[in-house]
């Protein structure tokens, strides 16, 4: 018996996407997950514009996480003229970074991911049964969004961060005001927790390899090493490990390494990094169903939960220490040069790079988000995950295969990359 | 009483998501917003999604490619209103800022096309189909959403706004950027953000498009007195909304290289 199954428009994720299915005699013989999100060429737009400004339009890629587009953008350029940011610069983009996780979870946990476990068509839907979880989530959005006005002038495309410091520093009353309403949301998190560890999720292993920065005394954000439980690898060197090529039929491209698909995201930062979380995130951890390590990406969503914790903790702890002062931007010294950025956001390791000339002018851009290097991850778990459900009703494999593809909270917008094709 | 709602649909074609995303980040009001409308269709974050009769369509996102266009086409045909959502509806917004760039820039990154996936000229909504209202921004104010909606709920017409940027940011009390020397596009750009960027230090760069009344070769000449050269504003001003400001080409009288053809009609 043959069927086939197409998801034209894959709702409840960022951006579009399709996914067809082919299965004959038990066995998957098309698996094809595509972005059909038109082409915006970010890399090529940034061709030829100012150094300060490639934050502000590649910005744009994503809504969901445009902080975390700001930061990397930053940061490569920063690396191309050899500028390094002061201590403080370094806490407040790592609070822009913790406040938009903490948002992106929130709202991917709430509103994308748990319709389809509680038998709902959308969050909206369970308001009725379930407003006090919604509450939940819309209390963590609200702090989390919060933060991002405070530190970042704006929670979508923030505007203070720029090249060389701060352009305007958070007033001191309105931090201490943040630290209120990240203690008064904990209680929020850690509900979010139990209600994560409570679902059921389907046992299923991924053939992968799980990558994300590491540090050695920290829960990694905007440094590290790219690693796995079996390699690691300096953020410069990353075009000698990550490869990439083009799908035909999308206008996102897969990103392999050595030929191995790999995945990125809270469950590989969990993987590689649990040791560093914050207390209060281990014993949400402890108490979980999760045993790390796990390949199992519909365990991603406990991953993010446990993460919200682990990020309101280190907020609150980077905000007591942190005594904000009135440090004006840096003037840069310009050279000729190629940078490159890497940090975690929501859903991976973000990259951006940038090659400047000697006047400040970009002459070259790249840009590889976290969902590009899933993409393959996905389709290929789709391909592995189906043949265990293949004898259930058509809408019970489509529930398995949709909830897994947002368990990866994909995001097709920011996945839209380009890069040549090279078919070594 | 339900059926006496107005029918809602939120639809994005290719963008970020954050204008979607201004709709829910009002999280003290969304749950009651929702109430008040008979909400059919917001495929983000809906799964039942009803292809029918609206009587708003809010729609994020710009025309990049012919199956945007499909779409477009479809929303516009099934509803009464069409509400073009933040900045990529409304002005073709950063990814139509391709249009000015040099197709060298990003020849390399075309791949190969397969049938599903046809790039059209970046544009905005009302490149193709007629847009009733524009929420202007990117992102959009989250509060004018709200407002917006309530507005038609209760009957009212929604307003646009044309006061400049400036107003609203003397009243906040910041210091002018343009004399601290930044190349702050607010004497031009509509208001109605409450100056949000220069509020966190940040120059403007005109994402709410410009007012009916601006008075462009001033604004150029302030910018060029502040030592920027012709190029770089330009870049700035057609960054959010170059297909807003066509008469850029004529005010700079330079040969700026465009592109393939005019966005079609």
């Keep these: ?424 | 009483m339900a059926d006496q709602k107005l029918k809602m649909g939120f639809y994005g074609i290719t963008g970020c998501a954050g204008c979607l995303l201004s709709v829910i980040f009002n999280e003290d009001e969304i749950l009651d917003l929702v109430q008040l409308v008979d909400l059919k269709a917001f495929p983000f974050i809906k799964e039942v999604n009803a292809d029918e009769e609206f009587d708003y369509v809010f729609v994020e996102g710009l025309v990049a490619d012919k199956g945007d266009l499909e779409v477009l086409q479809k929303l516009r045909k099934n509803s009464k209103f069409l509400v073009s959502l933040g900045a990529c509806a409304c002005t073709g917004c950063v990814p139509a800022y391709r249009q000015y760039t040099l197709k060298e820039n990003y020849e390399h990154l075309l791949y190969r096309k397969q049938n599903n996936v046809e790039d059209l000229q970046p544009t905005p909504v009302d490149a193709h189909v007629k847009s009733d209202y524009y929420i202007p921004g990117c992102p959009p104010d989250k509060k004018e959403i709200v407002t917006f909606i309530k507005n038609v709920v209760l009957g009212k017409q929604p307003k646009p706004l044309d006061n400049p940027v400036c107003i609203e940011c003397r009243k906040n009390g910041n210091q002018c950027l343009l004399d601290l020397g930044k190349p702050c596009l607010g004497p031009i750009t509509a208001g109605g953000c409450n100056a949000v960027c220069i509020n966190g230090g940040f120059e403007c760069w005109g994402c709410r498009g410009p007012t009916k009344d601006m008075n462009l070769d001033l604004m150029i000449n302030i910018l060029r007195q502040k030592g920027f050269d012709d190029k770089f504003i330009q870049d700035r001003m057609r960054t959010f909304v170059g297909l807003k400001l066509p008469m850029l080409e004529k005010v700079f009288n330079v040969n700026v290289k465009i592109n393939n053809s005019k966005p079609h009609n």
């Design chain 1, 1 to 424: 018996m043959s069927k086939s199954i197409t998801l034209n428009h894959i709702t409840k994720i960022e951006g579009h996407a399709s996914l067809k299915l082919g299965i004959s005699r038990g066995k998957v013989n098309v698996c094809e997950l595509s972005s059909v999100e038109g082409s915006r060429y970010f890399e090529g737009i940034v061709k030829g514009r100012k150094f300060f400004e490639a934050h502000e339009i590649t910005s744009r890629i994503c809504g969901i996480c445009s902080c975390a587009h700001v930061i990397a953008a930053i940061s490569a350029v920063e690396d191309a003229v050899g500028y390094v940011p002061t201590y403080q610069t370094i806490q407040l983009r790592k609070l822009l970074t913790l406040g938009e996780r903490i948002r992106s979870h929130a709202t991917h946990l709430y509103f994308l991911a748990l319709p389809d476990y509680l038998g709902y068509e959308s969050a909206l839907a369970m308001a009725g049964k379930y407003r006090k979880q919604l509450q939940n989530a819309l209390n963590l959005m609200k702090a989390g969004n919060g933060m991002l006005k405070v530190i970042g002038g704006r929670d979508l495309h923030p505007v203070s961060a720029t090249v060389g410091g701060w352009l305007k520093h958070p007033k001191k009353e309105d931090l201490k005001k943040l630290e209120l309403n990240l203690e008064a949301v904990k209680e929020d998190a850690i509900k979010t927790c139990n209600l994560f560890f409570s679902l059921s999720y389907p046992k299923f292993e991924s053939d992968t390899e799980c990558f994300s920065l590491v540090e050695e005394k920290e829960y990694a954000m905007l440094s590290g090493r790219f690693s796995s439980s079996k390699t690691s690898f300096e953020k410069h060197k990353y075009r000698d490990f990550v490869k990439e090529y083009h799908e035909p039929r999308s206008t996102a491209n897969f990103v392999v390494k050595s030929d191995h698909r790999y995945m990125v995201g809270a469950l590989s930062r969990m993987d590689n990094s649990s040791d560093k979380l914050s207390n209060g995130a281990k014993k949400m951890l402890k108490k979980s169903p999760m045993k790390l390590p796990s390949k199992n990406p519909y365990l991603n969503n406990v991953a993010q939960a446990i993460e919200i914790v682990h990020c309101i903790d280190e907020s609150l702890r980077i905000l007591e220490i942190l005594n904000i002062q009135n440090e004006p931007v840096e003037k840069i010294k310009l050279k000729a040069g190629t940078g490159v950025g890497a940090i975690e956001v929501p859903r991976g390791t973000l990259w951006h790079e940038y090659t400047l000339d000697d006047k400040g002018t970009i002459t070259n851009a790249n840009i590889i988000t976290p969902t590009a290097q899933n993409l393959l991850n996905i389709q290929e778990d789709i391909r592995m995950f189906v043949p265990s459900v293949i004898k259930q009703k058509k809408e019970k494999i489509v529930l398995g295969i949709e909830k897994l593809i947002r368990s990866y909270d994909p995001c097709f917008s920011c996945s839209a990359h380009f890069l040549e094709v090279n078919w070594k």
